[in-house]
């Protein structure tokens, strides 16, 4: 079955970066695209962007761009959202999401989130 | 970038009573339009995609319908374990979500 396992909690100081895994299984890695959606404390989801598994190209949407990369290691199947220069406003859990695929072109597969702290 | 708000913001409803959760789009998304269900500490789950298709698994309870600006999702007979946030979100130019619509224990 089709699984997106996501690395642990993270604590990390203002200013430093930090590096959130999703590890694909159940399925052919490069066969769909990986998307990063964040949810700040007590708030809404709003999509980051997506990766191309298959090019490696990233595609960030507004607001996320400069502090954010997306990158990817095939040979694990495994996803990467790495932030740098942490704000507080970049506590939030993250979550990785892939289309259902089959003609589904939505969300219908997610990781457990990572919950990013941020504090001195 | 299309915007999507979502009305009611919170509704407060009993069990077997019907649910209707509304979003508008800034501008038409044709029928790109889905829904999910959140519950505290989960990830969303997909309900509804391309507007009015249920996803896998998905009670019959749950409906979508509108085109263009205007989309509805309707839960015919709310049973306990409906209560959660629901969001909309489109992906006819990148992709949005709405704010989400809390549905609370009346």
């Known amino acids: 079955q089709v699984q997106l396992v996501q690395s642990g909690s993270e604590l990390k100081k203002p200013g430093a970066s930090v590096k959130v895994s999703c590890k694909a299984s159940?399925?052919?890695?490069?066969?769909?695209?990986i998307n990063w959606v964040r949810q700040a404390p007590g708030q809404g989801l709003e999509w980051m962007g997506w990766i191309n598994t298959n090019t490696g190209n990233p595609s960030y949407a507004q607001g996320f761009t400069g502090r954010f990369v997306f990158s990817l290691d095939t040979a694990v199947s495994t996803a990467y959202l790495q932030i740098s220069s942490l704000q507080a406003e970049d506590n939030a859990v993250y979550f990785c999401a892939r289309v259902e695929g089959s003609g589904n072109n939505e969300f219908g597969y997610w990781g457990q989130g990572t919950l990013v702290t941020v504090s001195s | 970038e299309i915007v999507l708000t979502q009305s009611p913001a919170t509704l407060s409803l009993s069990p077997g009573e019907r649910a209707t959760l509304s979003c508008r789009a800034s501008q038409s998304v044709r029928s790109y339009l889905a829904w999910y269900q959140q519950k505290p500490g989960q990830a969303p789950r997909l309900l509804i995609f391309d507007a009015s298709s249920r996803a896998t698994g998905i009670p019959a309870r749950f409906s979508g319908s509108g085109s263009g600006t205007d989309f509805t999702l309707t839960i015919s007979s709310l049973e306990p374990e409906d209560f959660a946030v629901y969001y909309c979100q489109q992906r006819s130019i990148s992709r949005t979500f709405g704010q989400g619509t809390k549905l609370e224990i009346k």
């Open positions: 159940g399925y052919t890695f490069t066969t769909y695209a």
